[in-house]
């Protein structure tokens, strides 16, 4: 233990040492007391010695060397791990914080947009997508897809797979001709004849999506190519329209009936402009359709890269390491170096007190016992010291 360097006469002060001291506290503080004749000042900094955990009771428990090492090792791991999370938490921060900005940017062009839309009643009905009208031009469309489907089987079975002779006898039965729509059982007659009579509709259908692919050319030799295109499908139905009046005319001669050039036949013409114009009809409006879709999009897109980009946000979050747990790790194995005794401090500071005032119980010195009495209850609200089990950690730095 430490001892004090002159006499309490001469104002000597117990020196203060960082050397861990075990003692029985009572009995330690009578005899400091008597040594110094119960000096006040050299009274707390023996408490103070205390409370840093140089001053402990004989059955004082705390780590061995090598314990402190082993724990010294721990934290030096911890605080590499700590730097590498940080470093890695930055630099997803930094992403986060880039995909935030990407997002607000979206989110005001979204508004942007809308914000320009409402104030422009013009625009707000030619750029913004309509649900009505694209719901109305898609069931046209299907329905003229599935018209023009079976007329376009029709057409081509009447033409090139002619029975001349069922033609005539539909016309002597008075019957006619037959309509240009099929019946349920010419489909079944193309079938048997040629099934690639199924594929003829889809020549057309390429035809359309060609005429929206021009229209969306910006060139504009585009309008060369789309005269050629109509005249090509023009050329296409004139030439189905003629071979089904000539092979009609055709049967009517064999009968010996009176024949009607083209020119003059209504047939030729309706079976001439209801493929054409319906073709023509169709094409615009599967442009139409495309192009109210693309309205559509633009305002779908953005959400979908806001959507996607709050979703890398949350990821990003999620991969963020905790380092609250590793700083508490560190802090604990930090005080577990440090502690220099777990005990009850309340009681040590007592037990040391009571040795201490033991000494001061004669009358001449109860002006110092009261001191002293006083300094104890000052030092113990100063450092909140409250009964309890606690570890005594050191201050030494």
Known sequence: MTTPTNNASSGNKEAVVHQVNRVNLYDFGYEKAGSVKGDPEVYVSLLNRIANGDLVEENYRGLTDDEKKERLQLIRDLEKNYQEAEAANAKIE?????????????RQELLKMHEIRNNDHEKL????????KFSIGLFILIMLSGYLFFFYVSAAYKALYVDFEKIADGIARGAGVGSIMPQPYELAEAIQYNFLLFLVPFVFYAFGWAFHVLLELRQKIKFLFIGLLIAVTFTVDLLLALIIHNNTETAKDLMGLATTPWSSSPTFYII????FLVYITWSLLIDYLMREWDKRKIAVNLRKIIRHLTGDVKLLKAKMMP????????ANYRDDVNTVMQ???KKYVDQFSSGW???LAPENMKSIKERCLSLKKDFEERNGIRPGIVKIISKRG
Do not use: H, M, P, Q
């Open 272 to 275: 001439l402009f209801l493929g």
């Open 323 to 330: 380092l609250d747990d590793i700083k508490e790790r560190i």
């Open 125 to 132: 009905r030619t750029e913004s997508f309509s649900t009505l």
């Open 94 to 106: 930094t992403d986060v914080a880039e995909k935030n900005k990407k997002i607000d940017e979206f």
């Open 357 to 359: 005032i033991a000494y």
């Open 343 to 345: 005990g009850n401090l």
